[in-house]
Nanobody
Framework: QVQLVASGGGLVQPAGSLRLSCVAS????????MGWYRQAPGKERESVAT???????NYTDSVQGRFTVSRDTAKRLVYLEMSSLKPEDTAVYYC?????????WGKGTLVTVSS
């Protein structure tokens, strides 16, 4: 079992920045891939960014160059640094962990981009 707790969401103006954090209950080195997903109102959940056990990162096209996923393995933390935020980035953001073929999810944190 992996418990995930995400935090850092809130209201931010367009072009602003925000950092999300996700703490895992187990060592990040026991998790194949950590990821950030989001679900906007009326839309399906989509992958935003992932980071593998080796530190390789991947981003969906719409956030490439604006979002950065990183980790602090000592603290079991994964971050999502978001900049140049747009209204279309508004969504509930979820942290996920893929471990042993099973996906684990944390409760989401709401990010609202609005003036």
């Amino acid at each position: 079992q992996v418990q995930l707790v995400a935090s850092g969401g809130g209201l931010v103006q367009p072009a602003g920045s925000l950092r999300l954090s996700c703490v895992a209950s187990v060592s990040l080195f026991s998790i194949n891939t950590m990821g950030w997903y989001r679900q906007a109102p009326g839309k399906e959940r989509e992958s935003v960014a992932t980071i593998t056990i080796t530190g390789r990162t991947n981003y969906t096209d719409s956030v490439q160059g604006r979002f950065t996923v990183s980790r602090d393995t000592a603290k079991r933390l994964v971050y999502l640094e978001m900049s140049s935020l747009k209204p279309e980035d508004t969504a509930v953001y979820y942290c996920s962990a893929l471990r042993g073929g099973t996906y684990y999810w944390g409760k989401g944190t709401l990010v609202t981009v609005s003036s």
